[in-house]
């Protein structure tokens, strides 16, 4: 069962024991229903607990869980309609990136985000949510219509970074994110950006330069992978667990730092574990979300973002 | 007349046969581990020193008098090829002479992470560069053009960006804008500083919007690429130049070239990530060797100028 | 909803069973001249007329009774295929019943360069098609939603672009920023017209500076490509849509398939300059198939509408 | 000898038999000098009709000639300062176009041209002066550049025409040639274009959105190649001449047609036969039109530029 997480053990040996207990009541008739009830409650409470007080390495774990709902999912769930647009009018349409309009109780938004496959097929097709450049011109693109035609941007994020290939450095990916990064910051219309897994450095920022940022409760955003810090550290990729815990990279470690705004609370167990409920709640935010920001002239909504990110960073 | 310089082919050593030279086959070193993230190349080897006045050429070996490759400009006199140069020789080959004064002398890194050795890295990286941080900023004329000028140091932490980088590099941008000057930016850098984690990524947004206004304001950017311009930087205020100049052969890239193998399995292709590479691909505007640069910025500031009048030959 | 219409993979035949299907082995015509420069590729082959009742599918080649293509909105229920469409029946099948509204019914092409036999093409392009010319313009309402629309014809000179068909559509997109209405345009071309020479070419900068006015008045361009469209269509309007949707399989390119294939000297690949390449290759928003363009247009319109304000479901 | 045009040939003859004349003279102190000097009269006059009632054909292949001046050759003469800017910050650096910074009199302006190559490696270079989508984006950036700077923009307009592959449609030739199109129409900048040999239809239109838009006297401009118009109209590429003298391409045309507003004479026998003085009557073109230019405010030249464009074309 690829849902499983070792971090549930405990919780699951108590319900494996209640499952034992009831099996016996239905074959004996012996009344256990305290010794059950007692032990449910101890069960909820303490994966309660232990979701409550996740380590930074059992998040990075929810956050790329392979049942973890992605952007699409999201979408479909937010929106009553959404119609996909495609590609950057320069080179090619990035599946890594999927990008189209959406209709949120009744509010026209552009929504984009980064999509991260279903399966191995589909892996493959959206290069496992890694974009090349072509998938950050295509969300410039868009966001850049959602400007002209005032409409706000909902932007998703979850990817492991910006693809590292031959094919994304011939083509600027460095260029294409900064450019992304300064036309964010200027555009004159709500931008509300919303981690929903793995934040990953560089190509994540590319999508995150929003008047209000948020992130799920289990979502990591890091300025380079776990993996790629213990390589760098210890010349080992396999201690990312360690790293994770150096490296303040879950959203209630990144709230403390003045990095995002908001957290979006998730059902016991992570996102997947009822992705209506967690979707409701995301579109909750963002319609609360809008109804300030569509006070603000789009002047007003740039200067704000600017300040916001102007502000960011510790020194003496 | 500016365009000579745009056709000379080669740069010619300024001090030809004022040194000794001897080719010696040099030992490859062992790779070694990088400071920042996303650098995890090293392709031009730090110069090796050979004696207290003798080192030799990454590129060509040859054993060149360190005062003879001072003289010129930091450039091999043999194979032409550009070493690093430290942010303050940058600053006096570039500014006119007594022209430059300096910001933010007083802004100070603080390990708000408690990262394990942060600090001492710091130390050691201040001790190594003799700067405080991995960015110089400050006003100066260059050929008489008064501009804002930001120059990274990559023996500062590999040039990584943390907090204060970012910090000084947005307050000299909104200083410009002020005062109505242009921004000239020399990078190098292996990227994000991973020791600042996410204070240290938000860095590329904050320069990347201070550059916005930058470019609202209608004022000039030129951003200068030397060797190695690598990760967060390269993905925001380098690549943002109105005009972009490379120093020759200079590695270029998002990610560094052993993340790139390391991804696609194989060997890169020669030149792939080099300046000339860039050009190509269409990425950088023109490149400039370093004994003509102070010359074609002047140049291009004074085309830029209010005006925008030049005297004609 | 309208999720559900683009999630939906094929077009369902409106009239299942409703007529005679015969597989027939057609004999691929020679390849016949063009009308118009850039247009040499006529992959699609024009619906072969069986009898006066009959016809086969140019794609499957299914004898299909022309009631119920005409039915079907000219798509072939057998395959899928999408035929051409004339300008009249294309405005029957978008616009709401009795809204639409023509523009400049009183324009008239002149050979202004005296081209040999222009005259007698116009004659036999106005008798072929019914049409002045290869664009016909007005205002209507699709769903409910007012724009201004503007039609291409293939059978008027292949849809090539003259004076008028560049002054039609230059007047219709200023007629919708008087009113601050969106503009759709149907394209279908086989690119300028020769025998206008470079008043047809200047038709190219004509049509793009009148949609850079729309642009700048903040008004919704929808272009929707049909097939073929190629020349100077596609270097012009048709490319400059805020959202450019395409009907499956239109052929969408700036030279025609034969002229690439004599320059390259090697037959194209498979699906080259299809609608579903140029969605792949970044350049179509999206592919939608006749029998939901309406709703789709209607929607667009809707989601731009003042205040953007759209019924939720 | 390459420069020599057949349309020569009568004025060659003259020529030569001048030449015979002097030879004899030196060998026998015969005294020609007035035979000469009728003769020479006559070559010299001769010539001049030729030039000045040259036929489609001939100014096509005046336009073509393999020493025709390109774009480089005038930049160099014209400016005196001159920066190459390479690439389209997306792509690639398409070489079939060059563009820059120039100083003319004293004057920043941005100069962007298409570039036939020398010799045949230089050619293949250039692509035969024959751009791809990334060098109409590469324009159009130095374009926006310009404009942003409030420089003056000149283009230099010389291709058979944008270049038909597979790499060009994959890339967008259309939506590039377009884009161009609707940006150059509304630029807030003065725009001078000129046609310095062949402008080959929407290739050449896609650097020819201009605020003036002149023509050296023997080049042409056309919607097709005489050669595809010959194709389509007879199924034979080689009657081109004959197509040419249908196509109304020539500068004496085509300002009669309104497409273009001035003729920049060229030296007797084309602009090859004193690049230099060609290359001053281009210069003096352009400083003409900056003064007057120079005075009006980016809205009022946008606003010229479109009415200028909106007026094109003819009916009933
Ligand atoms: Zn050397
Ligand atoms: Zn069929």
Redesign the interface.
Known sequence: MTSRNEFDGPVLQLEEKIKELKTLVEETGVDLSGEIEMLSKKAASMKDDIYKHLQPSQKLKLARHPERPTTLDYI?RI???????????????DRAIVGG?G?I????VTIIGHQKGKDTKDNIMRNFGMPHP?GY??ALRLMK?AE????PIVTLINTPG?????G????????A???N??????LRTPVIAIVIGEGG??GA??L??GNRIAMLEHSV????SPE??SS?LW?DASKASEAAS????TAQD?IG?G?IDDIIEEPLGGAHKDVDLTASRIKAYITGCLEKLSAMRGEELAEE??EK??K????? | MLKDLFTKKSQKSHHEKGYAVINVQKEKPADEPQEAPKAQAEPQKPQVQLDENHMSCPSCSAVIEKQALSDNLGVCPECSHHTRLGARRRIQITADAGSFREYDTIIRTVNALEFASYDDKLRDAAEKSGLDEAVVTGECKVSGQSCVICVMDSLFMMGSMGSVVGEKISRAVEKAIEKRLPVVIFSTSGGARMQEGMLSLMQMAKTSAALGKLDDAGLLYISVLTDPTTGGVTASFAMLGDIIVAEPKALIGFAGPRVIEQTIRQKLPEGFQRAEFLQDKGFVDTIVERGDMKDFIGKLLAIHSTGGELDDK
Chains 1, 4 share one sequence.
């Open positions: 479909e929106t009553s309609e959404f119609i996909e647009l495609h590609g950057d009018k320069l080179y090619a349409d309009l209709i109780d009744g509010t026209p072509e011109r295509k219509q002209k035609f005032k409409r910006a693809f590292c290939g031959l994304a450095e011939e083509r600027g990916q460095g260029e994110i900064a450019r990064l300064l036309e964010m910051s200027r450095s560089g920022l590319a995150g330069v955003y890091s300025v380079i790629g810090l760098i010349k150096m490296m303040k990279l990144l730092l990095i973002r600017y990110i102007r960011m960073g510790k020194w003496m």
